[in-house]
């Protein structure tokens, strides 16, 4: 059985949506069954369609918040940051903020990254506006460190958006709390990106 979900709304509806993210985190896509959802939710299976049309449509608004809540999160630290601070610096704290949000904060935001690649092509469809305001912030930092010269020139700036966001994705799928500390994560993924974005 999955875990209680974490970031529970109020109301029946919110409950669903909650739980829905904790089984998606914990079994996936193909795995998750509406039955699965109402007993995390504690609710009677027939509550769930109430609620939602379909497994679909509500698999569909899980990835939709889960993708708002990280670009939500990423743009409150950058936010936060003083002024005239480096791209590359900012493009570190978001690696900070996403991974955290991913594995410590939100089951909404692991539900995002886990199932993202095994979602059919039409919920694809439905989530791909909120992916693509998501890929515009670092698309945009990259582009930032290239002009003030944090971030090195002679790279693709598409493919080390991809490669950066692919490797964060990821991290759900290997990365435990019992093995390492999440901290020392976050610095290693800062570490590798750095190196890899600056000129040698």
Known sequence: MARPAKNPGNGSRDRILAAAAAVLSEKGYSATRLTDIAE????RAPAVYYYFDSREALVAEVMIVGQQWVRRHVTEALDALPPGIPALDRLCVAVDAHLRVELELSDFA????RNAGQLPAELRA????ESAE???IW????????????????ID???????IIGALNWAPEWWRAT??????????AQS??????TEH
């Open 40 to 43: 995390v939710a504690q609710l």
């Open 110 to 113: 692991t539900a995002v990254t």
């Open 126 to 129: 439905q989530v791909g506006r």
């Open 134 to 136: 998501y890929h515009a």
């Open 139 to 154: 698309r945009g930092l990259i582009a930032d460190g290239q002009s003030d010269g944090s971030i090195r020139t002679d």
């Open 157 to 163: 700036p598409r493919s080390a958006r991809m490669l």
């Open 179 to 188: 093995r390492q500390s999440i901290d020392v994560l976050i610095g290693t």
């Open 192 to 197: 590798f990106i750095r190196a890899g974005l």
